[in-house]
């Protein structure tokens, strides 16, 4: 009996898997049934760790922050601040306050005197702040 070439279609979507797992190592970019589970797995592995790198940055600007209010004496900490901030109205989301502290230490230190000086008068601060 002769031997029967299958279709060209099934070997399209072959090689279309093989292009992804090219730079894999051993038969993980050989063999059809490992490149399929190995692109499977690389799928799952790029959404998880998305989701672990928007943990870890949020971590990073957090320890930012703490480690600048904390520098000077007499300041209070992070919970602190930034529960006097959603207190005051004032919106500056964790991010642009870490640049703050890295880029411009004093400006992230007159928001928080200002902030402490509003409330010990008892005022709203976000009426001072346009």
Same mark, same amino acid.
């Given at each position: 009996?002769?031997?029967?070439?299958?279709? *060209? /279609?099934?070997?399209?979507?072959?090689?279309?898997?093989? %292009? %992804?797992?090219?730079?894999?190592?051993? =038969?993980?970019?050989?063999? =059809? !049934?490992?490149?399929?589970?190995?692109?499977? !797995?690389? %799928? &799952?592995?790029?959404?998880?760790? !998305?989701? $672990?790198? +928007?943990?870890?940055?949020?971590?990073?600007?957090? =320890?930012? #922050?703490?480690? &600048?209010?904390?520098?000077?004496?007499?300041?209070?900490?992070?919970? $602190?601040?930034?529960?006097?901030?959603?207190?005051?109205?004032?919106?500056?989301? $964790?991010?642009?306050?870490?640049?703050?502290? #890295?880029?411009?230490?004093?400006?992230?230190? /007159?928001?928080?005197?200002? /902030?402490?000086? *509003? +409330?010990?008068?008892?005022?709203?601060?976000?009426?001072? %702040?346009?």
């Amino acid at each position: 009996m002769t031997r029967i070439r299958r279709g *060209y /279609i099934a070997h399209k979507r072959r090689t279309k898997m093989c %292009f %992804f797992t090219s730079g894999f190592r051993g =038969t993980h970019s050989n063999l =059809t !049934r490992a490149i399929i589970q190995q692109k499977m !797995r690389a %799928f &799952v592995s790029s959404r998880r760790d !998305r989701d $672990r790198q +928007k943990i870890n940055l949020r971590r990073l600007w957090i =320890t930012r #922050i703490n480690a &600048v209010i904390r520098e000077n004496p007499g300041f209070y900490s992070y919970s $602190r601040l930034i529960n006097k901030l959603y207190r005051g109205q004032l919106l500056l989301n $964790r991010k642009i306050l870490a640049q703050l502290a #890295i880029l411009n230490k004093n400006c992230l230190s /007159i928001i928080s005197n200002d /902030i402490l000086k *509003y +409330k010990e008068i008892g005022r709203n601060p976000s009426e001072y %702040f346009p």
